[in-house]
T-cell receptor, first 116, second 117 residues
């Protein structure tokens, strides 16, 4: 079984300052890990994904995440927050499965607030 | 490229009534998923199809929920009868489904917001 824990339900930062959204995962297999973003009244959008290649993954809109197996973490960062980054962010895990079942397991989400 | 389409976008029903949601995945995507997102939570997988076959329905409440993908393209999700706790956003997603190793990106539709009164 796999799971993810997002350590903060809300994160508030000032515009122009760094963003850190924390995620720990648990998986019996080598997982694929994702970050998705959900803006109000909009669909889920993939930010980035880790699939056992490079441990530092770059995504869209300046976001990146680092896979640390020893810490079972996959934290999301951005050097400088923009007002448009305000949204709900989900850390997501999908197990390797030879049978093809690869439904995503979502964390509870972190609400990112950007202060002007 | 057109995205995942869902309808209706909103639905309000009384408890014990029936409701159906429709999803049209991205053209050429073999795998289709239905997720339930309750307010304040992350989405939860209900069912996964590969073409017109069910791959995983372990979290689908089969006493009231059913889903089908008869021709391997469009899919419908039905709730009969609805309960108050079924109020949620129902999301459809699709992926190419060729890798079989969970690396395919899942693309999500806008969702159907269901309110059960």
């Amino acid at each position: 079984a796999q799971s993810v824990t997002q350590l903060d339900s809300h994160v508030s930062v000032s515009e122009g300052t760094p963003v850190l959204l924390r995620c720990n995962y648990s998986s019996s297999y080598s997982p694929s890990l994702f970050w998705y973003v959900q803006h109000p009244n909009k669909g889920l959008q993939l930010l980035l994904k880790y699939t056992s290649a490079a441990t530092l993954v770059k995504g869209i809109n300046g976001f990146e995440a680092e896979f640390k197996k020893s810490e079972t973490s996959f934290h999301l960062t951005k050097p400088s927050a923009h007002m448009s980054d305000a949204a709900e962010y989900f850390c997501v895990v999908s197990p390797y499965s030879g049978g093809g079942a690869d439904g995503l397991t979502f964390g509870k989400g972190t609400h990112l607030i950007i202060q002007p | 490229e057109a995205g995942v389409a869902q309808s209706p976008r909103y639905k309000i029903i009384e408890k014990r009534q029936s409701v159906a949601f429709w999803c049209n995945p991205i053209s050429g995507h073999a795998t289709l998923y239905w997720y339930q997102q309750i307010l304040g939570q992350g989405p939860k997988l209900l069912i996964q199809f590969q073409n017109n076959g069910v791959v995983d329905d372990s979290q689908l409440p089969k006493d009231r929920f059913s889903a089908e993908r008869l021709k391997g393209v469009d899919s419908t999700l039905k709730i009969q009868p609805a309960k108050l706790e079924d109020s949620a956003v129902y999301l459809c997603a699709s992926s190419l489904g060729t890798s079989g190793a969970s690396t395919d990106t899942q693309y999500f539709g806008p969702g159907t917001r269901l309110t059960v009164l």
